[in-house]
C-alpha cells in the first residue's frame, strides 16, 4: 500500500464536494416544487393538484378554462398564489440576507431578527405607512424600512465590532436592546395605520403572509428581486473575508466598499420582506445553517442554497399557519419559532462542543 | 541584481504619543530573504504591516515597483505582493483546500483548472495535502499556519511577506518552510519575514533588519548583523555566537553567567 497520494487527497477533496452542491440544490428545488403546489392546493378549500395545474397553465396562457370552476380559479389565482409568491419572495429574501449578514459580520450567528434589522424595519415600515401611506406607489413602507433597518444594522455593528473582530456578546446585547425598540415603536405606530391589520402588534412581532396581493407583490418582489440578483456577485469576496479583515485586504477585496454594499443589499432584503408581511423570525438563521451543514460555508453554494431552503422554509410554515386552526390563522413567526428557537439552541451546543461556545 | 522591489523612506508610525517605528529606510530586491529581528516590541509587526500597506505610516512613504503604495488598485496589489499574518481565526468550517483556494481570488482570469493545480502544488510544497479535506478550524495551530502559507505560496506574488511564518511549527516543518522561501528568492521572488529565532535567519536570510526600539539597530549581510556584541547590547542579555559545526551559518546561543 502507498497510501492515498496528495493529488488524489485534493482531487478526492474537491469531486466530494460538487457532488453535493449539485445534489443539495437539486433537493431544494423539488422541495420548493412539492411546497409551491401544496401550497396553492390545501386550505379552507381542497383543490385537487392537477386542478392547481391546469388553472395555472391557464392563466400563463396554455389550456382553456372548461376545467375548473371559478371558485376553484378565485382560491387558487387570486388568494393563495399572490401569498405562495409574497412566502416565496419573502422567504428567498431573508434566507439570503441572513446569509449574507452572517458573512459581513463573520459570524454565523447574525440574524436579521436577532441583531435587530428585522425591528428597525418594522419601525420604519410602519413610519413610511402612516406618514406617506398608499403615496409613492406603495414604496414608502420598503424605503423608510430600509433606513430604519440600516441604523438599526449600523448601530449594532458598530456597537459589536472591536478592534476588528466581531464581539459575539456585545452583538447579541445590542441586538435585543435595538429590536425591543424597534418592535415596541413599529407597534405603536402601527396602531394609527389605516388597513386595520397592520394595526396588530402581532403582525409587526411575529409576521403574516395574509396581506398578500398582486399589488404587494408588484412593490416587494423587484426590491427583494434586486438584492437576490445582485448578492451572489459578492460570494467570492464574502468567502475571502470570512478569512478576516486583513487576509481579505492582502487579497484585493475593498473591504469597506464590499462590506457596505453587501450590508446595504441585505438589509433592503429584509426591509422589502419587513414592510410587507412583518418580522418572521430564524428564517435568516436556519435557512443559511441548513445549507452550511449540507454543503460548506462557501457563499457561491449558501446564497443561492439560503435563498431556496429560506422559500420552502417560509411556504411550508405559512401553510401549516393556514391549516393548524381553521378558520383562524395562526401567525407564521410562530410557526419559524417554534422550528427555529429549538435548532438555534442546539447550534448553541455544537458550537461549544466543537470549537469552545463563543465567548 | 536588478533593482528594488520595496523601497521605504523614512518610514515613521505614531499611535497617540507613542512611537512605535522611527524613520526607517530599507530597500527589498528579487531573490533575496530579508529578515526582520529584534525583541519584543521593537516595532517589527508594525514595520511589516507599513511595507505591506495595510498601515498607513505618519509619515514617510513606501514604494512597490516604484509607485507609492497607495496608489494601487487592490487588486493589482494582491498579484503584486501576499502577506501571512501571525493567525488567521476562522468561525466557518472551510476545509483546508478551500482556504488554500481563497488564495487564487486575486487571479480572476486563471482557470479553475489552474486555480486547482496551483492549490495542489502549494499544498504538496508545504506538505498539508493530507489536510485538504480537513476543516480548517479543527487543525492543531501549526497545520492552520502551513495551510495559511499554502494560500500566500497560491497567491503566486513575487513579493511575499511573513510575520513570524515559523512560529508554533515543529522542528522539521520550520525548515521546511524556511527552505520553500529559500527557494522562492533563488527563483526570483522578494521575500520579507518577522522571524523569532535568530538561527533561522542566520542560516536562510540574506540580510538582517536588526529593530530597537522602533530603529533600526542595523540592516546589514546576516553575518554582519547578527554579532555577539550586536546582538547582547540589542537583546540585552549576553548572546554568544559559534560557528555551526555542520552548515556554513553562525549559530546564536543565549549566553550568561556560569
Not at chain 2, 512613504?61 to 487588486?75: C, E, I, K, Y
Amino acid at each position: 500500500m502507498t497510501g492515498l497520494s496528495p493529488r488524489k487527497d485534493v482531487g478526492a477533496a474537491l469531486g466530494a464536494r460538487w457532488g453535493k452542491t449539485g445534489l443539495l440544490l437539486l433537493v431544494l428545488g423539488a422541495l420548493l416544487a412539492g411546497a409551491a403546489v401544496a401550497s396553492l392546493a390545501l386550505g379552507a378549500v381542497d383543490v385537487s393538484p392537477g386542478v392547481v395545474a391546469r388553472i395555472v397553465l391557464h392563466h400563463i396562457g396554455i389550456g382553456g378554462a372548461e376545467s375548473f370552476t371559478l371558485q376553484e380559479e378565485a382560491v387558487v389565482w387570486s388568494i393563495r398564489m399572490p401569498r405562495l409568491l409574497l412566502g416565496l419572495v419573502t422567504g428567498a429574501g431573508l434566507g439570503m440576507a441572513g446569509a449574507a449578514l452572517q458573512g459581513v459580520f463573520r459570524n454565523p450567528l447574525a440574524d436579521p431578527q436577532l441583531i435587530g434589522v428585522s425591528s428597525g424595519a418594522a419601525f420604519g415600515s410602519t413610519v413610511g405607512i402612516a406618514v406617506a401611506g398608499g403615496a409613492l406607489g406603495g414604496l414608502a413602507g420598503p424605503l423608510v424600512g430600509l433606513g430604519g433597518g440600516l441604523a438599526a444594522g449600523v448601530v449594532v455593528y458598530s456597537l459589536s465590532r472591536h478592534q476588528g473582530r466581531t464581539e459575539v456578546v456585545t452583538m447579541v446585547l445590542a441586538g435585543i436592546a435595538v429590536a425591543a425598540i424597534g418592535v415596541a415603536g413599529a407597534a405603536l405606530v402601527g396602531f394609527s395605520l389605516g388597513r386595520p391589520e397592520l394595526r396588530s402588534p402581532l403582525f409587526w412581532s411575529l409576521g403574516s403572509l395574509s396581506v398578500a396581493t398582486w399589488r404587494l407583490l408588484a412593490v416587494t418582489a423587484p426590491l427583494v428581486g434586486l438584492a437576490l440578483a445582485a448578492l451572489p456577485f459578492f460570494a467570492r469576496s464574502l468567502d475571502v473575508l470570512l478569512l478576516g479583515d486583513r487576509e481579505a485586504r492582502s487579497l484585493g477585496v475593498a473591504v469597506e466598499r464590499v462590506r457596505a454594499l453587501v450590508a446595504g443589499l441585505a438589509v433592503l432584503a429584509v426591509a422589502a420582506t419587513v414592510s410587507a408581511a412583518g418580522v418572521i423570525g430564524f428564517v435568516g438563521l436556519l435557512a443559511p445553517h441548513a445549507v452550511r451543514m449540507a454543503a460548506g460555508p462557501s457563499h457561491r453554494v449558501v446564497l443561492p442554497g439560503a435563498a431556496l431552503s429560506g422559500a420552502v422554509l417560509v411556504i411550508l410554515a405559512d401553510l401549516a399557519a393556514r391549516n393548524l386552526h381553521p378558520p383562524v390563522e395562526v401567525p407564521v413567526g410562530l410557526i419559524t419559532a417554534v422550528v427555529g428557537g429549538p435548532v438555534f439552541l442546539w447550534l448553541l451546543r455544537r458550537t461549544r462542543t466543537q470549537h469552545g461556545g463563543w465567548g | 541584481m536588478s533593482g528594488p522591489v520595496l523601497a521605504a523612506e523614512g518610514l515613521t508610525l505614531r499611535v497617540a504619543d507613542t512611537i512605535l517605528v522611527d524613520g526607517i529606510n530599507l530597500t527589498v530586491s528579487p531573490g533575496e530573504i530579508l529578515g526582520l529581528v529584534g525583541p519584543n516590541g521593537a516595532g517589527k509587526t508594525s514595520l511589516l504591516r507599513m511595507l505591506a500597506g495595510e498601515v498607513e505610516p505618519t509619515s514617510g512613504s513606501v514604494t512597490l515597483d516604484g509607485v507609492p503604495l497607495a496608489a494601487w488598485r487592490p487588486r493589482d496589489l494582491a498579484r503584486r505582493r501576499a502577506l501571512l499574518p501571525q493567525h488567521t481565526l476562522l468561525q466557518f468550517a472551510f476545509r483546508a483546500l478551500d482556504v488554500v483556494l481563497l488564495g487564487r481570488y486575486p487571479h480572476r482570469d486563471s482557470s479553475a483548472e489552474e486555480d486547482l493545480e496551483t492549490a495542489r502544488r502549494a499544498m504538496e510544497g508545504t506538505d498539508t495535502s493530507r489536510l485538504a479535506a480537513r476543516i480548517y478550524p479543527t487543525l492543531s495551530g501549526g497545520e492552520q499556519t502551513r495551510v495559511s502559507f499554502a494560500r500566500v505560496l497560491a497567491q503566486e506574488t513575487p513579493l511575499v511577506m511573513l510575520d513570524e511564518p515559523t512560529t508554533s511549527l515543529d522542528l522539521r516543518h520550520q525548515e521546511l518552510v524556511m527552505g520553500l522561501l529559500r527557494s522562492l528568492a533563488d527563483e526570483g521572488a522578494a521575500v520579507v519575514a518577522v522571524l523569532h529565532d535568530l538561527n533561522l535567519a542566520a542560516r536562510y536570510a540574506d540580510r538582517v533588519a536588526l529593530m530597537s526600539q522602533g530603529r533600526l539597530a542595523a540592516l546589514a549581510a546576516t553575518r554582519e548583523v547578527l554579532r555577539a556584541d550586536l546582538l547582547t547590547e540589542v537583546y540585552q542579555h549576553p548572546v554568544v555566537v559559534i560557528p555551526h559545526p555542520h552548515l556554513d551559518c553562525p549559530l546564536i546561543l543565549p549566553g550568561g553567567d556560569r
